[in-house]
């Protein structure tokens, strides 16, 4: 299969930036593209609202309620910060894992909403905050484009913002525009289950108490469970601990702050369950995780 333009500048700049096996954060544009010629074992990672365009290959991505396989000439498209697990499942070194990963602006898309139709289907919509569609060519058209111009003062300048804007408009309008648009919608529930995990996250050494979370919300205690279990795949207190786990995980790699204050920091009142809980997640001990990362 011949190579679209978009999956050749991608080559082309990993190459120029001599990443072979990885990822290349692109800081003209804020996409991330990577490439990996050999399948990856499962890795757990947190996902801001995003769309990832998969051009070759292919990869896993899930919560323990849910996994999602997406292949080449596919999209994905995650609305809320997620906790997910992952893993490479198609890739060669004659043919490549290719993807491309843009954050998705919510600011710009809630300046673009009362432009767009609504959208609604006659039949429920799944209200997992992952989708997977096949990639409209004209979103990919408008990504190459957008990519091209930031390679260049002026366009990036004059050009770029307008096709970024372009770029939210057609996810707007496009597949994923539906479930985009509950997101964005007042007092929907993908937008109060977006605000439950919002308030996770900013007092994320806080225990939490659904009841108090869901009066927030504006919801009762059992719709709030079972809605935020249906978006996010996970319960409120699996959530707040799996984003403790990821933001301690980070401390350890960037910090040489003692285990035992990373530990407390992300509200855990044990040293031991905070490792137990850290090895059942990662499969390493946290003084066996940072000796391994300081090692690679």
Known sequence: ???TPLTTTIFELLDK??????????????????????????????????LCLVLQGAKEVGTIAQTLTIADGQSLMVSHTLPVTS???????????IALVL????????????????????????PFSISLCQTDLELEDALFRYLAQTETEHSRT?????????????????????QLQKLLWHETTASRIHRATQHIQTNLSTTIVIADLAGRVGMSSSAFFEQFKAIT???????????????????????????????FGVGYE??????????????????????FDAVG
Request: charged content about 25%.
């Open 158 to 178: 004059l050009l770029a913002p307008i096709t970024l804007r372009e770029i939210h408009a057609r996810l707007l309008i496009g597949a994923h525009g539906e």
């Open 270 to 291: 044990s040293s031991a369950q905070f490792s137990r809980e850290y090895s059942r997640k990662f499969g390493r001990s946290p003084r066996q995780d940072r000796a």
């Open 87 to 97: 893993r490479i499942t198609k890739a060669t070194s004659n043919r490549p894992y």
């Open 17 to 50: 930036s001599g990443i072979r096996e990885g990822a290349l954060h692109h800081a003209a544009s804020g996409m991330h593209l990577l490439r990996h010629c050999n399948t990856t074992v499962q890795d757990c990672t947190l996902y801001q609202p995003l």
């Open 103 to 126: 954050p998705i602006d919510l600011d710009l898309l809630r300046s673009l909403a009362p432009s767009a139709p609504a959208m609604s289907s006659s039949s429920p919509k799944d």
């Open 233 to 263: 795949g996970t319960s409120p207190l699996q959530y707040q601990k799996d984003l403790r786990l990821l933001q301690a995980r980070d401390a350890l790699r960037t910090t040489g702050s003692k285990i035992s204050e990373i530990a």
């Open 1 to 3: 299969m011949a190579r």
